[in-house]
Each structure stands twice: as C-alpha cells, then as structure tokens.
C-alpha cells in the first residue's frame, strides 16, 4: 500500500523536473538564435554629376566656372566618417559600419567616383561609389556625414595603415594628414588659345597644424581642421543616392586663372584666393570669414 500510495507524488514530482530541465535546454537556444541573426545592412551610394548630368572620364564638362570652360575630371575621392541616419525630429543616429574591406574600415570609408584606368569609357563604373551599414532601429528620413577623417585617423603612416587609409596618393605629410576630398581636372583649350591651359585641382585637408617637422603629427589640434559636415534633412536613406555637383563646386571659381605665387588650384591654403569660392560652397570658412553658407556640393538624389 506504501507503494502506491507514493508513487503518483514521485511521478508528478519528476516530470515537473523534467518540464523545468526542458525549458533551460529550449528558451536559451531559441535566444541564441535570434542575437545571432544575420544584421540588415544597407548602402549608401554616391554619384559624381555635372548638375543633373553624370560624370566620367570619358567626358568633357562645360560651362564651368565663372569663365564658362570646359574640363575632364581625371580624378575625385573623399573620405567619409561618422554616418548617421536623421528621424523627422532632427535627431541624430550613428550608424554602425558594415564589414572591413577594401573600401571602408572602422568607421571610415573612401569613396572613389572616377575609373583613372586608361582608357576609361562611359561604361567603366567607378571603383567605389557606395559603403555598407547595418540599419538601426527606427523610421529616418535624413542623412548626415562629414567629408575628412577625424584626428586620430589624419595623422597616421599610410605606409603601414590599412586600407582605406594605405592610399598614399590621398596623402600630404604626416603633419597636415591626408586630403580629404581631392578634385582633378584637365582643361580643354579655347579656339584660339596659344598654350593649353593648367588644371585646378582641389585638394581640400587641415591646415594649421603645428609639429616640429613636416614628418612629425602634431600633438594638438590644427586651426584649421577644415572636416565639411553635410547634412540632407530630407533624404530617405533607403531609396536615394547622395549626388556631388561639381558645377556647384567650382560655381564661383576661375578655373583657368591662378593667384600669383600660390600653389595650382586650391590647396587648402588660408591665404589661396582660389579657394574663397570652393571653400563657400563646401559651407567652409575662408580668411576672416566665421559663420559661411550651408554646404551646396552635396544633395540627395
């Protein structure tokens, strides 16, 4: 009678055991499945135009500049960092970067948006026009970015760095850092021009920085970090390219002129009048001037 007086009590007693040691087993493998799942990334894709036209090394550009000549791009890079998705409010949200790769690397990616290949032709696609990103949480209907690197990443050996900083052709000194955005044009002849004229190019990077030698980073900040922060209150992340305008860029400067005693085109130099109109229109300060125009280089697309 002992027997069965007890046995239902220790059957019920085990299987509730059991139904609890079922549990811990399921519900954390089922919690682990999901932290594991695979990220949404998204990209962010750029395109070189010539107001509402595409650009490519395979084509001349016209009118351009304040004295209306024609040009070939043969080369346009920058460096972008800290992406961030804007919601409806205006409120800020920084992205986390897709995977390492050629291209892009903690944070920081180089887009690269004319084939410098010869030949190129219209068909040749850029080397890297877009960055990967893994989506946040949320409804966004805004873009913010900053064309440069931040301190920390300027002023590094891209002899040893790895890529995208390893492009030396991006490089000035270790004590001004990289450029940052560079632009190079080829001008075409006028009918009737003699010679055939120089190029512009627009290399844009920090000034002012001080350190005992060209070869040496500098231990504080420069005066002049000169970083273009670009903000598109109305982009949809999702759907829209970001279109840089070179018409835009080079609206308000003379691009088959060069200030006297100064380096070819626009080098970042505070005292380089050739950059007083390249420098309004990426919304940069230049001279004595605090407060310039919002950027007009960069617009959704």
């Known amino acids: 009678m002992s027997n069965l007086t007890y046995a239902p009590s220790v059957y019920r007693i085990n299987f509730f055991l059991l139904f609890i040691g079922m549990g811990l087993f399921i519900f954390p493998a089922f919690s682990s499945n999901e932290a594991h799942a695979a990220p949404k990334l998204g990209r962010l894709t750029f395109q070189a135009?010539?107001?509402?036209?595409?650009?490519?090394?395979?084509?001349?550009?016209?009118?351009?500049?304040?004295?209306?000549?024609?040009?070939?791009?043969?080369?346009?890079?920058?460096y972008i960092h800290d992406v961030a998705l804007l919601t409806k409010d205006g409120r800020a949200v920084l992205v986390k970067p897709g995977p390492s790769g050629l291209w892009q690397r903690d944070g920081i990616a180089l887009i690269d948006l004319i084939d410098r290949n010869i030949p190129c032709s219209d068909t040749t696609p850029s080397p890297n026009s877009a960055i990967s990103f893994v989506w946040p949480q949320g409804h966004f209907t805004g873009l913010r970015f900053t064309v440069g690197l931040p301190m920390a990443a300027n002023h590094g050996d891209p002899t040893i760095a790895q890529p995208p900083l390893n492009m030396t052709s991006m490089f000035w000194t270790w004590q001004s850092?990289?450029?940052?955005?560079?632009?190079?044009?080829?001008?075409?002849?006028?009918?009737g021009d003699k010679a055939?004229?120089?190029?512009?190019?627009?290399?844009?990077?920090?000034?002012?920085?001080?350190?005992?030698?060209?070869?040496?980073?500098?231990?504080?900040?420069?005066?002049?970090?000169?970083?273009?922060?670009?903000t598109l209150p109305e982009f949809d992340p999702a759907h829209q390219t970001v279109k840089l305008d070179i018409s835009r860029l080079l609206a308000l400067s003379n691009v088959s002129t060069n200030q006297i005693n100064s380096a070819p085109g626009c080098m970042s130099g505070p005292d380089d009048k050739d950059c007083a109109g390249v420098f309004r229109e990426f919304g940069l300060p230049f001279g004595s001037e605090t407060s310039p125009p919002a950027q007009s280089v960069f617009r959704g697309r």
């Not at 595409?54 to 040009?71: E, H, K, L, Y």
């Not at 850092?177 to 009918?191: N, V």
């Open 196 to 230: 055939r004229p120089h190029g512009f190019p627009v290399h844009i990077g920090s000034t002012g920085c001080e350190s005992a030698s060209a070869v040496e980073a500098p231990k504080g900040a420069c005066t002049a970090p000169n970083l273009v922060t670009v």
């Open 177 to 191: 850092g990289y450029r940052f955005f560079t632009l190079d044009i080829t001008m075409i002849p006028k009918p």
């Open 49 to 78: 135009a010539f107001g509402n036209q595409p650009v490519s090394c395979a084509r001349t550009i016209s009118p351009v500049g304040t004295s209306d000549n024609t040009v070939r791009i043969n080369d346009l890079r920058f």
